[in-house]
């Protein structure tokens, strides 16, 4: 029986780790969980477990944080809304990586890479999770191809401002005014656009270089304003703002 705490500072996501796990409980036993930092240091150090179901983004500090102050090292499964984190994850004794919301499926499949870990030497395999992750990456083009009537145009990623989902298509808001459609998804296009392209909404991808002015709103969200041509604003999503807000340093 491996002994396991939940990190995590949504009451709602801990209830959901503890039903994902209802499946496993001959296989994992949770001992405690903790919604802050602070109590999960002192949580992990006092009962010591093997494994640690750990969300990345907490009140007072980053689950990152709570890895560099213990004694010793666990096993981590982390459990976050945002993928960006995934090979700093694994280079700090993770065993998986869940983006929420995590399905029944993709945690068992979780649980049964547990039950195949070496416990005797579990960084192993972790290291070559590592390796494969940090395989160079193709370049990301400077551009977007557009069909517009029977020609194809390129439009360059720097004079986008925002990305905005409606219906079936994806409009490409210039920062002169102009529009243009793709029918590829904000999905697709955060794997393809360049780094200063940040998700802040599910129907919105803005470029940070057009924001000017960022104002709090309603229950951690942002206004984000843009230097573009009809200086548009933009609200962040509820489950977005963590990420906007680390990004942006604020």
Excluded at 4 to 23: G, H, K, N, S, W
Excluded at 100 to 107: A, D, G, N, V, Y
Excluded at 179 to 186: A, E, G, I, V
Aim: net charge neutral.
């Amino acid at each position: 029986m491996i002994k396991a705490v939940i990190i995590d500072d949504e009451r709602l996501a801990r209830d959901r780790m503890r039903a994902l796990l209802q499946p496993h409980r001959y296989q994992v036993h949770i001992i405690g969980e903790a919604d802050n930092g602070d109590k999960a240091i002192a949580l992990i150090e006092s009962e010591k477990p093997e494994l640690i179901f750990l969300d990345i983004h907490l009140p007072d500090m980053s689950g990152f944080d709570i890895l560099e102050n213990l004694s010793y090292e666990p096993i981590i499964i982390f459990t976050t809304a945002y993928e960006k984190y995934a090979v700093d994850a694994f280079t700090r004794y993770s065993v998986d990586y869940l983006v929420k919301p995590i399905t029944q499926t993709r945690f068992n499949l979780s649980m049964e890479k547990l039950s195949k870990l070496n416990w005797i030497n579990p960084n192993q395999e972790i290291e070559r999770l590592v390796a494969l992750l940090k395989k160079p990456k193709t370049a990301k083009s400077s551009s977007i191809a557009i069909k517009k009537g029977d020609k194809i145009i390129l439009v360059d990623y720097e004079d986008i401002a925002f990305f905005k989902s409606e219906d079936k298509y994806v409009n490409l808001n210039m920062s002169n005014g102009d529009m243009h459609l793709t029918d590829k998804t904000l999905t697709q296009l955060s794997e393809i656009v360049p780094d200063n392209f940040i998700r802040v909404h599910r129907s919105y991808l803005v470029n940070r270089n057009c924001i000017f002015e960022i104002e709090k709103y309603f229950k951690g969200t942002l206004i984000l304003r843009l230097n573009d041509k009809n200086y548009s604003s933009i609200k962040t999503g509820e489950k977005y703002s963590k990420e906007v807000k680390a990004v942006l340093g604020i």
